[in-house]
């Protein structure tokens, strides 16, 4: 028998980044073609870098150094990505129009809010604290300290849920890309989908990872938290 869906109000809302709460793709341009070029390596357009996105910055290099290019040359181009994230001021990293707002609505209404990305935890840790510092209470990224395997695998989900004192029953995860839905679906929470991320909203149906609801506008998710 399957699993009765949650339903609202939740008082539980974690985030992916990339797509979801922040426009970084133009940066990731960046970084990605600085690092084929120093091994003089093709540089790729901005809407393949797209494609790209959203299964961990490993597979984004991977994806992006020409077919049939040595391991060793991928593993090093992947290395010195994330040497000059490191110093990288991504600048052009923004968040999407009305998520600051929503975020801090769904904070004056008492709800839990968290991060759960892709992306290397080291690169989570410094693109939230430099364009949300301080919007959300626990901010994970694939690997860190605990090791959290990459999504559709629920274990960072369901770790970050426990770490906000809540329940997959009370919550709501937010992304961009089938791959979010799916693990919502693995963890048990509200899977909600965005429009204006990196994938087209018909990614969703065509992979089978249809979203509980979808929203083109970030205030449409206030539906889903408690009135105050």
Partial sequence: MAAEKPTPPFDTFVFDVDGTLLDTLDDLVVL??????EFNLPPRAREEINSYVGNGVKALMYQAVP???PQAVAEACLARWKENYGTYPNN???????????LAELRRRGCKLGVLSNKFDGGVQFIMNKCLPDAVDVQHGEGGPQNFPRKPD???????????G??????????????D???ARNAGCYAVGVDWGYHDPADFAAEGWEPDLLVSDPKQI???APEV
Avoid: C, F, M, W
Avoid at 92 to 102: S, V
Avoid at 154 to 164: D, N, Q, S, W, Y
Avoid at 166 to 179: E, H, L, N, W
């Fill in 181 to 183: 839905i799916h693990v």
């Fill in 166 to 179: 809540s329940t997959p029953a009370r919550t709501v995860y937010i992304g961009d890309s089938p791959g």
């Fill in 154 to 164: 629920p274990t960072g989900l369901l770790a970050t849920i426990e770490e906000l």
């Fill in 67 to 69: 077919e049939g290019t």
């Fill in 92 to 102: 052009l990293t923004k968040p999407y129009p009305g998520i600051p707002a929503l």
């Fill in 32 to 37: 990605t073609n600085d690092a084929l070029a």
């Fill in 222 to 224: 206030l539906v889903l």
